[in-house]
T-cell receptor, first 114, second 111 residues
């Protein structure tokens, strides 16, 4: 597609509920990243994929967070048993090749846990 | 751990005034990236600087990478209301895949 697409745009979850956030990167982009952005803060790294391989998951806050990209294109970030502190905007970004070049970000999913 | 810091946190300017935001890394960076995020929007990549002492211009925006590759600046000449937003610098973590973002400088422009 023309850009990075994320869905849903907004998600309200009850505490304890599981959620799944989808990212559809730019076609052909090898690198895919998930970032978490709290209000008024910069994006915080969660995880990185190169094609289908998850090469870095050091930013995932707990084992309740899980990400996958099984066919090297669409990625899903899953959060189990959501907590209020998980409320944030989750941004997906992709890059054509290298990990450390300018990313194209999606519009994000705003998750609110109530 | 490795950190990227930005100052100021906020800047209010009158339209037509200049604006500068500064970025400092705790470690030497292989490159520095700048992004702009409009209110309610997502970060949009502006530019990447790679060489020591590099200066790049995009219309009214001037980006600079320090000689030691640990600091950078973004200068906007004659701000316009369309410049409103948060400007982030970001740099790659040494030996890893992730890019570390600063907390951003939020620019307010009064017409």
């Amino acid at each position: 597609g023309a850009g990075v697409s994320q869905s849903p745009r907004y998600k309200v979850a009850k505490r304890g509920q599981d959620v799944a956030l989808r990212c559809d990167p730019i076609s052909g982009h090898v690198s895919l990243f998930w970032y978490q952005q709290a209000l008024g803060q910069g994006p915080e790294f969660l995880t990185y994929f190169q094609n289908e391989a998850q090469l870095d998951k050091s930013g995932l806050p707990s084992d309740r967070f899980f990400a996958e990209r099984p066919e090297g294109s669409v990625s899903t970030l899953k959060i189990q048993r959501t907590q209020q502190e998980d409320s944030a905007v989750y941004l997906c970004a992709s890059s054509l090749e290298r990990a450390n070049y300018g990313y194209t970000f999606g519009s994000g999913t705003r998750l609110t846990v109530v | 751990g490795q950190q990227v810091m930005q100052i100021p946190q906020y800047q209010h300017v009158q339209e037509g005034e200049d604006f500068t935001t500064y970025c400092n890394s705790s470690t030497t960076l292989s490159n520095i990236q700048w992004y702009k995020q409009r209110p309610g929007g997502h970060p949009v990549f502006l530019i990447q600087l790679v060489k020591s002492g590099e200066v790049k211009k995009q219309k009214r925006l001037t980006f600079q990478f320090g000689e030691a590759k640990k600091n950078s600046s973004l200068h906007i000449t004659a701000t316009q209301t369309t410049d409103v937003g948060t400007y982030f610098c970001a740099g790659p973590r040494t030996g890893g895949f992730k890019t570390i973002f600063g907390a951003g400088t939020r620019l307010f422009v009064k017409a």
